[in-house]
């Protein structure tokens, strides 16, 4: 069985930083490609940073230079460090896990809040 647990999400003032983690089981996150994605109320999920399984990474326009995601083999954990916060960066945010588009797993998702 499949999970992605994710962690880290909460509440914190604008220009705060926040690291999510997204801990794997069932699946190898180096032989997946992983994701965060975003979910506003009222909008559509979106997609905030990837990582290849060869550790490319891609970042929406809206958060280069501020969100970094990583990946730990040893961990089987993948990351999202988030510094720069702002307000509109408060969404659900939602652990992903893509093989060959083929197997695609979502984890629960974990609530960051950005106060003004």
């Known amino acids: 069985q499949v999970q992605l647990v994710e962690s880290g999400g909460g509440l914190v003032q604008a220009g705060g930083s926040l690291r999510l983690s997204c801990a794997a089981s069932?699946?190898?996150?180096?032989?997946?490609?992983m994701g965060w994605y975003r979910q506003a109320p009222g909008k559509q999920r979106e997609l905030v940073a990837g990582?290849?399984?060869?550790?490319?990474?891609n970042y929406a326009d809206s958060v280069k230079g501020r969100f970094f995601i990583s990946r730990d083999n040893a961990k089987n954990t993948v990351y999202l460090q988030m510094n720069s916060l702002k307000p509109e960066d408060t969404a659900v945010y939602y652990c992903?896990?893509?093989?060959?588009?083929?197997?695609?797993?979502w984890g629960q998702g974990t609530q960051v809040t950005v106060s003004s």
């Open positions: 069932g699946i190898i996150t180096s032989r997946n490609a």
């Open positions: 990582i290849t399984i060869g550790g490319s990474t």
């Open positions: 992903n896990a893509d093989h060959a588009g083929i197997l695609i797993y």
